[in-house]
């Protein structure tokens, strides 16, 4: 999904950037927490976040994770009092932050702006949306698949022997994306390694058959043109 920053013109930019604060945050810092008022929009000037819920001890379900470029709170600003999730620095961040308020002045007096935060929004539901429906309807496997087509998008080298991940992939990172255990998510991973599915040095893997995920998730019949976490 483009970043929301670099789909505006330049004058944009610049007009949001003067009526917003600048923010530092460190590694593991919370931005905001679920539940707690929605009296901000966030940009990413540089670092990365990720938004994610709660949903046992210990489990948390990751919504999706927003980087350079990009904004969050958005469900929070425009759907109600209230942010639905929570915000955490992956790494040390440099953001941008407007009051509520002054972004609904903004988008009030500007058109063409509102439409494209209006695009924005719309499909980040949908990447949402994909998400949820793959884990619901597919179980542990599809889950751990859903994530794997992720990362290939997001990260992905096409070679002779299948897809690389460039970026390091942990077991755990998996687990806390989709809100099952690191046990669940290794025996998968472990069986789909004898099947001849991925494989893997170290942390970075090598996907030797895409086809098979697709498949699973059914894939064809999902309308989202590029699932990224």
């Known amino acids: 999904m483009e970043p929301l920053l670099q789909r505006i013109d330049l004058y944009d930019y610049d007009m949001l950037l003067a009526n917003s604060k600048r923010k530092f945050v460190k590694k593991y810092d919370f931005i905001f927490q679920e539940g707690s008022p929605a009296d901000y929009l ?114 992905g080298v096409v070679t002779p022997t299948g897809i690389r991940i460039t970026e390091a992939v942990l077991i755990q990172d998996i687990s806390k994306h989709i809100g099952i255990s690191r046990e669940t998510v290794s025996r998968i991973v472990n069986k789909w390694k004898g099947q001849g599915v991925i494989g893997n040095d170290s942390k970075y893997f090598l996907i030797k058959d895409i086809a098979y995920f697709k498949k699973m998730l059914a894939c064809d019949r999902c309308g989202v043109e590029n699932c990224v976490i």
Do not use: P
């Open 42 to 155: 966030y940009f990413i000037h540089k670092g990365e976040i990720r938004m994610f819920k709660e949903i046992g001890t210990h489990k948390e379900l990751t919504i999706f994770i927003r980087g350079a470029q990009d904004g969050f709170g958005e469900v929070g600003i425009f759907s109600g009092n209230c942010y639905s999730n929570s915000a955490q620095a992956t790494m040390d961040s440099t953001l941008y932050v407007i009051e509520k308020g002054e972004m609904e002045s903004i988008l009030a007096q500007n058109g063409k702006l509102g439409l494209h935060f209006t695009r924005w929004v719309a499909e980040s539901l949908e990447a949402s949306k994909a998400k949820i429906r793959d884990f619901l309807l597919f179980g542990s496997e599809g889950a751990v698949a859903s994530i794997f087509i992720r990362y290939a998008n997001m990260y």
